[in-house]
């Protein structure tokens, strides 16, 4: 939270009436979504309509925002677009009540696509409301994950079995390495071959994932890319009480293949059928 004191323009001497963005405990509807996205923390935005420690925001708008915080429209002043409204979709609604122009949130673009590709749906057919719902390791702002390595471990004890104990997601995907990193610290018995990275300390290389659309096709052809070298990227872990299905991908806009469907699907059709057949567990 410390971090935000420098980014804001105006001096903030208390956080109590400061318009310091509040800790982002999740986006979407955590109580019923399938699908439940792990990151390391939210990125920070000063220009959104975020809630805030000044009076203009109410309680129940705070609810309103983690809980709907996707929207069909921008009527509401707060929030961010979903789909059907695919030119809108995944931008953030600004302190102007207008919703932010340029490209969509990458993130949150390449969240709803892989969405799409599990549940076999049109990527505009997708709903952040009820599909999915995305939380954090940390739940305070910070550019380039700043203050998570010293916050991770009071924001775990704190949060995450609370947050994972509300969710009936069956399916907990963690894409890239620095969530996956954290995540590897609050999970234990995630083995080796989980996640795919260069140790920058050690030099040493984690896991194995094809390295290019092309790496994929020709490890395909020669075997070194089957069902049991896809499988180590999907584990089984109990967490906050649930059985999950903990899935590494590579990061959004990686170069490393990482779509799940299609002539460069990064997994074979039996593997995604298990992860929709988790999807149903009781």
Same mark, same amino acid.
């Given at each position: 939270?410390?971090?935000?004191?420098?980014?804001?323009?105006?001096?903030?001497?208390?956080?109590?009436?400061?318009?310091?963005?509040?800790?982002?405990?999740?986006?979407?509807?955590?109580?019923?979504?399938?699908?439940?996205?792990? +990151?390391?923390?939210?990125?920070?935005?000063?220009?959104?309509?975020?809630?805030?420690?000044?009076?203009?925001?109410?309680?129940?708008?705070?609810?309103?925002?983690?809980?709907?915080?996707?929207?069909?429209?921008?009527?509401?002043?707060?929030?961010?677009?979903?789909?059907?409204?695919?030119?809108?979709?995944?931008?953030?609604?600004?302190?102007?009540?207008?919703? +932010?122009?340029?490209?969509?949130?990458?993130?949150?673009?390449?969240?709803?696509?892989?969405?799409?590709?599990?549940?076999?749906?049109?990527?505009?057919?997708?709903?952040?409301?009820?599909?999915?719902?995305?939380?954090?390791?940390?739940?305070?702002?910070?550019?380039?994950?700043?203050?998570?390595?010293?916050?991770? +471990?009071?924001?775990?004890?704190?949060?995450?079995?609370?947050?994972?104990?509300?969710?009936?997601?069956?399916?907990?995907?963690?894409?890239?390495?620095?969530?996956?990193?954290?995540?590897?610290?609050?999970?234990?018995?995630?083995?080796?071959?989980?996640? +795919?990275?260069?140790?920058?300390?050690?030099?040493?290389?984690?896991?194995?994932?094809?390295?290019?659309?092309?790496?994929?096709?020709?490890?395909?052809?020669?075997?070194?890319?089957?069902?049991?070298?896809?499988?180590?990227?999907?584990?089984?872990?109990?967490?906050?009480?649930?059985?999950?299905?903990?899935?590494?991908?590579?990061?959004?806009?990686?170069?490393?293949?990482?779509?799940?469907?299609?002539?460069?699907?990064?997994?074979?059709?039996?593997?995604?059928?298990?992860?929709?057949?988790?999807?149903?567990?009781?």
């Amino acid at each position: 939270m410390n971090w935000q004191v420098g980014e804001w323009e105006q001096k903030i001497n208390t956080i109590e009436g400061s318009v310091m963005h509040r800790p982002e405990a999740w986006t979407g509807a955590l109580d019923k979504a399938k699908i439940i996205f792990l +990151a390391s923390n939210p990125s920070f935005n000063p220009n959104e309509a975020f809630p805030d420690y000044s009076p203009n925001w109410s309680e129940k708008q705070i609810l309103d925002f983690a809980t709907k915080r996707f929207t069909t429209t921008d009527e509401r002043g707060y929030g961010a677009v979903d789909a059907p409204n695919m030119l809108e979709a995944d931008r953030v609604i600004l302190q102007n009540g207008k919703v +932010a122009q340029g490209r969509p949130v990458p993130y949150w673009r390449e969240v709803r696509g892989r969405v799409a590709e599990i549940l076999n749906k049109d990527i505009s057919e997708v709903s952040a409301d009820h599909d999915y719902v995305m939380t954090e390791l940390v739940h305070c702002k910070s550019f380039n994950e700043i203050g998570v390595p010293e916050s991770l +471990a009071f924001c775990n004890e704190k949060w995450m079995n609370r947050i994972f104990l509300n969710s009936p997601a069956r399916l907990v995907i963690v894409m890239g390495k620095k969530p996956a990193e954290k995540v590897l610290e609050v999970i234990p018995g995630i083995p080796d071959s989980w996640g +795919a990275w260069k140790d920058q300390n050690s030099g040493l290389t984690r896991g194995d994932w094809p390295k290019s659309n092309q790496d994929l096709q020709s490890r395909i052809e020669n075997g070194s890319w089957a069902l049991e070298d896809q499988r180590k990227h999907s584990v089984v872990r109990t967490v906050g009480g649930l059985e999950r299905l903990l899935i590494w991908l590579p990061r959004p806009n990686s170069s490393l293949p990482r779509t799940l469907s299609g002539p460069n699907a990064c997994i074979s059709e039996e593997l995604l059928n298990e992860w929709q057949e988790f999807l149903t567990k009781e």
